[in-house]
């Protein structure tokens, strides 16, 4: 059977498997060598309207906790104005939205469920638009992303919002209650209340990440994201918040505009990160130095179908390629990320070798340091706008300002950035990550890497 013959039945094949509520696209079919679960290989086109597309993702800027530009902001004042920007910059009719979730940690659940329910009404959403929240500890802003993701997939809604939220000013970590003295006979479940500069301590120890490795990364992860900030990249990114200074001796209120990070510093070294003393073990190398800083901050993005997203002529910023999330020794729990990053990556069909840029949270530099270390990651391609220690790491909000980050920086880099990886590491011992496409990447017919083998196709093909 010659190509022209086999295109036919393809295409006949094709019409009948497009489901009835799907008009027919009038475009050629073009034969290609596709790898079977192999995405890195297949050919995209507008048809593909299932695909779910981010169309636009916001954050505020990461202020330090307690004193830094949101000590005295409320936390449904920092979700309120990055929800209000997809609005006002998308220009999407707010009663389309199905859902929106907010990945959220150290708050009451209840409160604040409530909290983000009020946010929504601030920004402008009507009370037919519903609201939840999510917790996987520093995961959850990515998880309410891959929430709306799988929802929209699953077709329960068309359009949805996955955003993040902490004020660690407001709630700051803290057990409440007593811990069951089942604890002790479960080792695993013992680790799970070790302190999170312990497991860190850990990580260093056991893999071997000594304290000038570390301090070396905090330097960097500075030294990027004061040099991103001077160039402008984050805002694109960045939503102002229009909030208040209280002056804590007199109490004098001072409105203020803050629309720059204010937790990195430019002058960081290493001789002075030496100086540090550790945080958590007298004999550590785990200081506040090279540890993430504690952080007030939201981010929110807006997912749809791609079909949608074309129909109101609305750029397409990535598309959302896989999520995974991954059980790891809670006692060593930074390492999660080295296991969840080629889990998710070979859910989407790809090799790490495809990955052009990550977004790997910085908990700490122990773990991060292992982690691009045994993944063998190139340095240039991960974090190059800085991460968490510099930036800061609002416990809730971290995955959504990652995905905000990491698809700002794929549009700007363009046809030399087709996929991303975000990461993090999970308090308790578990490891998220999620891969993305920059949007226009799928526009075009191409392959991520060569197929040298026709292997993949039918014996009437070959």
């Not at 991960?382 to 510099?390: K, L």
Request: hydrophobic share 40%; aromatic share 6%.
């Amino acid at each position: 059977m010659d190509m022209e013959k086999l295109r036919i039945r393809q295409q006949v094949l094709l019409d009948h498997l497009r489901p009835a509520r799907f008009p027919k696209v009038s475009t050629d079919l073009v034969a290609s060598v596709c790898a079977a679960g192999d995405s890195a290989a297949y050919e995209r086109s507008a048809e593909f309207g299932d695909d779910v597309v981010i169309v636009a993702a916001y954050r505020t800027p990461i202020c330090k906790a307690k004193r830094g530009g949101f000590k005295d902001t409320l936390p449904d004042d920092l979700l309120a104005p990055v929800l209000k920007a997809l609005i006002d910059k998308t220009g999407i009719n707010p009663n389309e939205v199905g859902d929106i979730v907010v990945g959220t940690v150290l708050a009451p659940g209840s409160q604040r469920a409530s909290e983000c329910r009020m946010a929504s009404f601030y920004a402008g959403f009507p009370e037919t638009v519903p609201v939840r929240t999510v917790n996987r500890q520093c995961s959850s802003g990515l998880q309410a992303v891959a929430d709306v993701a799988a929802a929209i997939k699953a077709d329960f809604y068309d359009i949805g919002i996955g955003a993040g939220l902490e004020s660690m000013t407001v709630n700051p970590m803290a057990w409440e209650g007593s811990v069951n003295s089942r604890v002790e006979i479960f080792k695993q479940a013992q680790d799970c209340l070790l302190p999170m500069g312990i497991t860190s301590e850990n990580v260093a120890e056991r893999y071997g990440v000594s304290r000038q490795d570390q301090d070396q990364a905090a330097v960097e992860s500075h030294r990027r994201a004061a040099a991103a900030t001077a160039a402008g990249k984050f805002k694109d990114e960045i939503i102002p918040v229009e909030t208040k200074i209280v002056d804590p001796k007199t109490g004098d209120e001072k409105p203020v505009t803050i629309s720059v990070d204010d937790g990195f510093r430019p002058t960081a070294s290493l001789s002075d990160l030496a100086k540090l003393k550790p945080a958590f073990k007298k004999s550590g190398s785990t200081t506040a130095g090279n540890s993430s800083q504690v952080s007030d901050g939201a981010g929110a993005v807006l997912l749809m179908k791609r079909k949608v997203a074309i129909q109101k002529g609305l750029p397409i910023l990535g598309v959302f390629r896989s999520f995974t999330a991954v059980g790891v020794d809670p006692a060593v729990m930074g390492v999660g990320p080295a296991v969840a990053i080629p889990a998710a990556v070979k859910a989407a069909g790809l090799a790490i070798d495809d990955i052009d840029l990550f977004e790997i949270n910085e908990a700490f530099a122990s773990q991060f340091t292992y982690c691009r270390q045994k993944l063998e990651l190139d340095p240039e391609k991960v974090n190059v706008n800085g991460g968490a220690i510099a930036l800061g790491h609002p416990l809730g909000a971290t995955g959504a300002r990652c995905v905000a980050t990491l698809l700002h920086e794929m549009k700007r880099r363009g046809k030399d950035c087709r996929f991303g990886v975000i990461s993090m590491c999970i308090g308790t011992g578990m490891g998220a990550a999620a891969v993305f496409e920059r949007g226009s990447a799928v526009d075009q017919l191409c392959n991520a890497r060569p197929i040298k083998d026709h292997t993949s196709l039918s014996r009437d093909a070959r």
